[in-house]
């Protein structure tokens, strides 16, 4: 009985064996497979987490990227369109 793991960003997938109580840790348990790797919980209330895994830091950084809001274009041409430095000329 087998289980996968697969990152939430790339789609890498790890085959591991679940770990159960008062048994000896298999060699490809859930821990040792996914040595290096990173698991984010979101909490979403009463009995309910979700957990993504990532398999590199750039890949949970790739998929945090994704869920912040878009900046509107428009707000940044605010910047882009500001007024230029003047010269100051000597006194
Ligand atoms: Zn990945």
């Given amino acids: 009985m087998r289980r996968v793991a697969t990152c939430h ?3 890498k997938s790890m085959e591991y064996a679940p770990c159960f109580e008062r048994r ?4 490809d348990a859930r821990c040792n ?4 790797w ?6 979403k209330g009463i009995g309910y987490i979700d957990q993504y895994d990532f ?3 750039d890949c949970l950084l790739t998929w945090v990227k994704a869920q912040l809001p ?3 274009e428009t707000f940044l041409d605010a910047f ?3 007024p230029t430095q ?3 000329t000597g006194e």
């Fill in 86 to 88: 003047k010269e100051t």
């Fill in 9 to 11: 960003s790339c789609g």
């Fill in 24 to 27: 000896a840790l298999p060699e």
């Fill in 70 to 72: 878009q900046i509107p």
């Fill in 33 to 36: 497979v996914l040595s290096g």
């Fill in 80 to 82: 882009r369109d500001g």
């Fill in 38 to 43: 990173l698991t984010v919980s979101q909490w």
């Fill in 55 to 57: 398999c590199s830091i």
